[in-house]
């Protein structure tokens, strides 16, 4: 569950070439017992970078039940060659706390992800959430008209810190901000979440360093 990033590789299986070019639409469906449903998905450029088509897709719920299933379907089309293809790939989700969701105060139901830091230091460390609205069980578009307060402390000793900076939009549902660990231990980042001067919600994350 969270945000992951994708590397696609296409190779022509006539000659094992691999496309350097390509359209490709990814898209990810979870199939219970009962219903189905996407999740947020960001296409690949149409161009490799070191290789790979680079991707990514929020999982929202994790495989729990035998009978769930999610899939990711990579549609494409070799640019140099205009030879098209699809192929769909079965993925076990495990589950994790680093996404949230909630229903909103204006209705709407927001997922906010948390992209794990790589090596979570103490003292100052670039942090980053994503944040998608569920518009139907297939539509999960960026949310880019919020802002984002960010409160960090440890709640097992009663202290937070200073110095952060609350994260704001880049592009494309993505909000970076910076996080100020001043120990190691369990630290909450509480995040309230704005449009305009109406709060939508607050969430929060835990972090161990
Ligand atoms: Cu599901």
Same mark, same amino acid.
């Given at each position: 569950m969270g945000y992951n990033k994708i590397y696609i590789q296409i190779f022509?299986?006539? +000659? &094992?070439t691999a496309a350097s070019k390509a359209n490709i639409t990814l898209s990810s469906l979870m199939n219970m017992a009962t219903m189905y449903h996407a999740s947020p998905v960001e296409q690949a450029d149409s161009t490799t970078k070191d290789g790979y088509f680079v991707g990514a897709v929020?999982?929202? /719920?994790? +495989? /729990?039940?035998? +009978?769930d299933t999610w899939t990711l379907t990579v549609n494409f089309k @070799?640019?140099? @060659? &205009?030879k098209a293809g699809i192929v769909t790939i079965p993925v076990s989700i495990k589950s994790s706390t680093n996404i949230t969701s909630f229903v909103a105060s204006d209705s709407s139901k927001l997922f906010t992800t948390y992209i794990p830091i790589a090596k979570p230091q103490v003292g100052i460390n670039d942090i980053e959430f994503t944040i998608h609205q569920?518009?139907? /069980? /297939?539509s999960f578009p960026a949310v880019n008209d919020v802002s984002v307060e960010m409160t960090p402390d440890m709640p097992t000793m009663g202290h937070g810190s200073p110095n952060n900076v609350h994260p704001t939009l880049t592009a494309n549902g993505h909000y970076k901000g910076k996080v100020n660990f001043t120990m190691t231990g369990q630290w909450r980042i509480t995040l309230v979440i704005k449009k305009g001067l109406v709060t939508l919600g607050t969430t929060s994350f835990t972090i161990i360093l």
């Open positions: 022509d299986s006539a +000659t &094992g929020v999982f929202i /719920m994790a +495989t /729990m039940e035998p +009978t @070799n640019s140099s @060659n &205009g569920k518009a139907s /069980m /297939m």
